[in-house]
Structure formats: C-alpha cells, structure tokens
C-alpha cells in the first residue's frame, strides 16, 4: 500500500485503486463532503455517490497513463492539482483533464473536491 501522507504516495495510490476496482478503497480516497463532477451531469456529493460513480463505469476501464500532477500548494494541509490523463476501456483511449483539490488531515491526503473532463 502507498504512504497517503505523501502527494507522491497519495497519487500512486489512487492509481492502484483505481486499476484494482476495489470501490471501497477508492472511496476511502475522498473526504466524507467530497464533491466529484466527473463523465456524467450530475455532481456527485459525498463519499457514497462517489462511490456509486465509479462503481458505474466498465469493467475494462483503468488508467493507462496518469503522469504525476502539477501541484499547487496552497498551505502545508491543502494542494490543488492539474494533469492530463489517459484512461482506458480495454484498448480504446479516453483522454481526460483531471484536477483535484486535496486537504491533509490526520496525516493523510484525501481529495476534497474532483474534476475530470474530457479532452479535445
């Protein structure tokens, strides 16, 4: 497992969930109030409807390439992050913009509010 208290550690590991499909462990990835507008309408507010989001997509999506973000550092407790991923279903690319809001507490890194769109 990542160490969550790092950016570096925090984005390796949301990679592996992520990958893993394990839903649970992707959820426990955002703070309880998170905020997620990703591929569909609707903002999706707090962890369960986080959850109910990822546990919609395909079977065959996964992240194929997700550089480490560049990173703004607002305090010692709160980052906002920019990058361009390319996820995947199966062997069809989705080229996303990602950008993530991430607060520390506790010593751990979790996402507060998430945005994905995709690109082009």
Not at 75 to 88: L, M, P, Q
Request: proline content about 5%; hydrophobic content about 45%.
């Amino acid at each position: 497992m990542s160490d969550l208290s790092t950016l570096e550690g925090f984005h390796k590991r949301w990679v592996e969930v992520f990958n893993s499909h394990d839903l649970d462990a992707h959820a426990a990835l955002y703070t309880e109030d998170a905020m997620l507008f990703g591929a569909v309408p609707e903002l999706m507010i707090g962890r369960a409807a986080i959850r109910g989001y990822f546990a919609g997509r395909g079977p065959k999506v996964h992240v194929a390439h997700y550089p480490f973000p560049h990173i703004v550092m607002i305090n010692d407790e709160v980052a906002v992050t920019a990058a361009h991923v390319d996820f995947a279903d199966g062997d069809t690319l989705m080229p996303y913009r990602v950008t993530w809001m991430l607060v520390k507490n506790l010593g751990e890194w979790k996402i507060a509010q998430h945005h994905g769109s995709p690109r082009g």
